[in-house]
Every structure is written in C-alpha cells, then in structure tokens.
C-alpha cells in the first residue's frame, strides 16, 4: 500500500480540505478520502495536487450512484 509517510499525508489533507464540513456529512468525507485515495495511487503525491484533488472532490455534487 502506502508508505507511512504518505499515509500521514493522506490523513493532513484529508483533515484540512474537509475541516469545516459538518459531522452529520461523513459520507462526504469519505468520498473526499476515496478520490485522495485513488490520486495518490496514480501517483499524485505532493500536497499541493492532493489538496486540488480533495478540493475537487468536496465540489462535486453528492450521488447515491458514487
């Protein structure tokens, strides 16, 4: 899987793009941790593209259909 490392970064951007999301959207979280998931698989790994990802993510509309 991931590095230690890069796990640990994973989780800061996650932490930070989805810090003023309310509780009751966990399930926005976890699809702003997905696609920071999938991008890092394909090699996406600095900050700066992770958080672009992330803040992608948190834009696009909610779909029961993800």
Avoid: N, Y
Wanted: proline share 5%.
């Amino acid at each position: 899987m991931f590095s230690t490392e890069v796990t640990a970064l994973l989780r800061t951007i996650l932490d930070e793009v989805c810090a003023d999301l309310p509780q009751h959207e966990a399930g926005r979280k976890a699809m702003v941790a997905s696609k920071l998931l999938e991008s890092a698989s394909k090699g996406e790994l600095s900050a700066d593209a992770l958080r672009s990802a992330g803040r992608r993510a948190l834009k696009t509309p909610p779909s029961m259909w993800d």
